[in-house]
């Protein structure tokens, strides 16, 4: 799922192709897109766009009028922006946004069909879409700290809860828990006031990090690589590489659809951690660290 460096990215690429400019009409190719029915979709025709924002992982367009545009791209709704009038491809195309100078298409890979578009009237509406999770990158360690420690979980899970936090999820919160040297696994109650401080630190070099590489790969166009998986990355998809820290083969536990990666020697002293369905499988057999592996 896009995560907020590539959500900035998105955003600040329709600030620069789609703001001040008049949205034609929408084609909808995909009936399940749309999550909202008043006001209709047809409302935005021929309205200008009048900026961009983010809220968690959504991505707004505003419209003159107090209407707005709400995309959230869930797993692997993109993007993408063509020339104007291009034609929805084939099993992935959703919908296409045109204007006189260019086309801006939704695309979603996969049989699963979860990407969502709302048509919202008014800021107070508009609201409804934010789950309350904290802006990271202005943070103050005090609110931090109250949204980590509100309920007892992983850290892992609390870094991906968009209640707790906005715009982080799985392939960011192992990077954020790399850098700060801390297993994904360890019990927000048991942190320590310094662990707490290093997440925070760790949390807003990362993102801030990460945004900056991936504008400055994009530039002046569009992003067309969106993806969680990067070659630049510390732990995420690099089960059994080298950790660029130490060198230790990064580890992972799997479940369900997603996968935490980490480095046992840099966040859990040498220790794996049990995955769920190899540690059932292994049993006594399943090894307790690096040098049993």
Same mark, same amino acid.
């Given at each position: 799922?896009? +995560?907020?460096?590539?959500?900035?990215?998105?955003?600040?690429?329709?600030?620069?192709?789609?703001?001040?400019?008049?949205?034609? =009409?929408?084609?909808?190719?995909s009936?399940?897109?749309?999550?909202?029915?008043?006001?209709?979709?047809?409302?935005?025709?021929?309205?200008?766009?009048?900026? &961009?924002?983010?809220?968690?992982?959504?991505?707004?367009?505003?419209?003159?009028?107090?209407?707005?545009?709400?995309?959230h791209?869930?797993?692997?709704?993109?993007?993408?922006?063509?020339?104007?009038?291009?034609?929805?491809? =084939?099993?992935?195309?959703?919908?296409?946004?045109?204007?006189?100078?260019?086309?801006?298409?939704?695309?979603e890979?996969?049989?699963?069909?979860?990407?969502?578009?709302? $048509?919202?009237?008014?800021?107070?509406?508009?609201?409804?879409?934010?789950?309350?999770?904290?802006?990271?990158?202005?943070? *103050?360690?005090?609110?931090? *700290? &109250?949204?980590?420690?509100?309920?007892?979980?992983?850290?892992?899970?609390?870094?991906?809860?968009?209640?707790k936090?906005?715009?982080?999820?799985n392939?960011?919160?192992?990077?954020?828990?790399h850098?700060?040297?801390?297993?994904?696994?360890?019990?927000?109650?048991?942190?320590?006031?310094? +662990?707490?401080?290093?997440?925070?630190?760790?949390t807003?070099?990362?993102?801030?990090?990460?945004? *900056?590489?991936?504008?400055?790969?994009?530039?002046?166009?569009?992003?067309?690589?969106?993806?969680?998986?990067?070659?630049?990355?510390? $732990?995420?998809?690099?089960?059994?590489?080298?950790?660029?820290?130490?060198?230790?083969?990064?580890?992972?536990?799997?479940?369900?659809?997603?996968?935490?990666?980490?480095?046992?020697?840099?966040?859990?002293?040498?220790?794996?951690?049990?995955?769920?369905?190899?540690?059932?499988?292994?049993?006594?057999?399943?090894?307790?660290?690096?040098?049993?592996?």
């Amino acid at each position: 799922m896009p +995560e907020l460096p590539d959500c900035s990215v998105y955003r600040d690429a329709l600030r620069r192709f789609v703001v001040g400019r008049r949205l034609e =009409g929408v084609r909808m190719k995909s009936p399940f897109l749309l999550r909202s029915v008043d006001p209709p979709l047809k409302v935005v025709d021929k309205k200008e766009i009048t900026g &961009t924002r983010l809220i968690g992982k959504r991505i707004i367009l505003e419209f003159e009028d107090d209407l707005f545009l709400v995309f959230h791209l869930m797993i692997a709704g993109r993007l993408r922006w063509r020339d104007a009038g291009a034609g929805l491809p =084939g099993r992935i195309g959703l919908a296409a946004f045109d204007f006189e100078h260019g086309t801006l298409l939704l695309t979603e890979a996969g049989t699963k069909k979860r990407a969502s578009l709302f $048509v919202v009237r008014g800021e107070a509406n508009l609201a409804e879409h934010d789950r309350g999770g904290l802006a990271v990158l202005d943070s *103050k360690l005090k609110d931090f *700290k &109250t949204s980590l420690l509100s309920g007892d979980h992983t850290l892992k899970r609390a870094l991906c809860d968009p209640r707790k936090f906005s715009g982080i999820g799985n392939a960011y919160s192992d990077e954020i828990l790399h850098d700060a040297r801390i297993s994904p696994l360890k019990r927000t109650s048991q942190l320590h006031h310094d +662990e707490i401080k290093r997440i925070h630190a760790s949390t807003k070099r990362v993102m801030k990090l990460w945004i *900056k590489r991936l504008a400055r790969d994009v530039g002046d166009g569009f992003p067309e690589k969106v993806t969680a998986f990067r070659k630049d990355m510390a $732990v995420h998809g690099r089960h059994g590489q080298p950790c660029p820290v130490c060198q230790a083969p990064i580890q992972r536990i799997v479940y369900a659809d997603n996968e935490t990666n980490y480095c046992a020697s840099c966040q859990t002293e040498g220790q794996l951690l049990k995955d769920r369905a190899l540690s059932r499988l292994l049993k006594d057999d399943w090894p307790r660290s690096l040098d049993e592996l």
